[in-house]
């Protein structure tokens, strides 16, 4: 066949390479979209992995906020309860409406439980977290148990905890000794003395749970966190001076003052009243005199009785002191200096140091230990533990009844003014003190009793009417050691707790 000229070149121009160069293009164009398929396609399982990532980091963050909203609640709820915990008393503490509530260690109606001797790992006793003799170790909350006479749970406020999740807490008791920690625990002290001086860790073993579909049971929930959390007791107050009235400044009696000692404050049969700054370094020292009728006499002579009443008040018409049995006195200007008013010339400049082992340029460590009111017209009979007053005026009118021997309560007055007036009865110790205020004053009139102890670390403005300190060593000691529980540093761990189902 014979190709023409002119179709010739149309047929050559149709396979000519420069019509060809397209193909190129287009495969060019395939391998990029296929990269770019591929790279989309890893990019969204990227995302994907991502995604499940984050909600299980959401998840796990949950369930952990859970457990620590959990545990901070038992905080508050161990902080609250501080006087019940270590008392097998039928009445520890008050209620607050008139009543009281048992003590943890009640026979009956208490929360603390023995640990089991053969405490495993599925029991809060068990695992890593049981601290020496399991014996004596003993525990709140059983999971899954209800324990005959006793709380089944500790309280925690579920609705505080974020959306689908919930908690479950335990806590386990070890009554240490501090000078031989390699000791274990040891029997719990249930009352008096022994309580205000004890030493215990209480473990919390907190479990929260997330993404639950029904968080009244914790086998819907699909994540979970443990953490333990040691809390131990602590005495804010290394203990009330061993005296009725400790001065730092001045106190001249100028009304009807009235104190009884500590019988054997400076040795056995050596009775004090008064402990008085004579440290020339602090000041010039205070006047004991003064111009007024007061006394001080024992507690036989003071009660008029050989046997103080169980709840320390005044049942005589008129308990007082008389100048023929005091031990110091001044009537008139009759007057007789005993052995019981103490001057010390080495007397600590800075009280507040000497009574909290925290110098006052730090009063603010005590004072986020207390409870801080205004001023001290809430206070009354239910009242105990520590109260900080940090307003213009602590002021107590007409009758009243503050604390009790049993709950008695630390005053710590930072006001400027506090006043002590009308016909007032005070279980437990009185601190006054300039931290806060530098010309804070303290002013008493009407007929004032305090059965415990009084410190002044302010000015004496006036002293008028009647003011008797009773000192009872027991409501100093238990005013001073109310105040108590606390995180223990380096404790917190979320490895090593016990390993055991709950029930919803």
């Given amino acids: 066949m014979t ?8 047929y050559h121009r149709s396979f000519s390479p420069d019509r060809q160069k397209g193909g190129l293009t287009i495969f060019s164009a395939v391998i990029l979209l296929s990269l770019i398929t591929l790279m989309l396609i890893y990019s969204t399982r990227i995302q994907q992995s991502e995604q499940r990532i984050s909600a299980n980091e959401y998840r796990q963050k949950m369930a952990f906020h859970a457990a620590e909203s959990a545990a901070d609640q038992v905080i508050e709820y161990m902080l609250a309860n501080s006087l019940r915990i270590l008392s097998a008393e039928a009445e ?78 335990s806590a386990v008791f070890c009554q240490v000794n501090f000078s031989d920690p390699s000791g274990g625990c040891m029997s719990a002290p249930v009352a008096g003395e022994d309580i205000a001086r004890s030493s215990f860790v209480i473990t919390v073993l907190s479990y929260g749970y997330a993404d639950c579909t029904d968080t009244t049971d914790t ?20 203990g009330s001076p061993p005296v009725p009235l400790t001065t730092r400044t001045t106190f001249p009696p100028t009304g009807t003052a009235e104190v009884v000692p500590n019988p054997n404050a400076g040795g056995v049969g050596v009775p004090v009243s008064v402990w008085a700054n004579a440290n020339p370094a602090c000041s010039s020292g205070p006047t004991l005199l003064g111009g007024g009728d007061w006394a001080t006499c024992e507690y036989h002579e003071w009660y008029e009785t050989d046997e103080i009443p169980d709840d320390m008040a005044c049942t005589n018409p008129s308990c007082s002191c008389s100048a023929e049995e005091a031990i110091s006195y001044t009537v008139g200007t009759e007057d007789h200096v005993g052995i019981d008013l103490l001057e010390d010339v080495n007397f600590p400049c800075d009280l507040f140091q000497f ?11 005590v004072k986020s230990a207390a409870k801080v009111i205004e001023d001290c017209d809430g206070l009354g009979p239910e009242s105990h533990g520590i109260y900080w007053v940090s307003g213009a005026e602590c002021r107590l009118d007409g009758t009243n009844v503050i604390g009790s021997s049993k709950w008695p309560v630390m005053l710590i007055s930072a006001a400027q003014t506090t006043t002590f007036t009308g016909d007032n009865n005070i279980f437990g110790v009185i601190f006054v003190t300039d931290v806060e205020k530098p010309t804070a004053e303290w002013n008493a009139s009407g007929t004032n ?56």
């Avoid at 995180?487 to 919803?504: A, K, M, S, V």
């Fill in 3 to 10: 190709i023409k000229p002119s179709r010739w070149r149309q």
């Fill in 92 to 169: 520890a503490a008050p209620d607050g409406a008139g009543g009281s509530r048992p003590g943890w260690f009640h026979e009956t109606e208490g929360v603390w439980a023995p640990c089991p001797a053969d405490a495993g790992v599925n029991h809060p006793c068990g695992g890593e977290i049981a601290a020496g003799n399991v014996a004596l170790s003993f525990f709140y909350d059983d999971p899954g148990t209800t324990i005959a006479g006793k709380y089944d749970t500790i309280p925690v406020n579920l609705d505080m905890l974020p959306l689908e999740s919930t908690a479950r807490v």
């Fill in 219 to 238: 086998d819907t929930c699909l994540v979970s966190a443990h953490l333990a959390l040691p809390l131990t007791s602590y005495n804010l107050a290394r």
């Fill in 355 to 365: 009574f909290f082992d925290i110098p006052r340029s730090q009063y603010q460590l």
């Fill in 449 to 504: 009793v305090v059965y415990g102890s009084v410190i002044l670390d302010a000015e004496l403005d006036s002293f008028v009417g009647t003011f008797k300190i009773i000192y009872n060593k027991d409501v100093a000691l238990l005013a001073a050691g109310s105040s108590g529980i606390g995180t223990l540093n380096g404790g917190w761990r979320d490895f090593g707790l016990p390993d055991f189902d709950w029930e919803g």
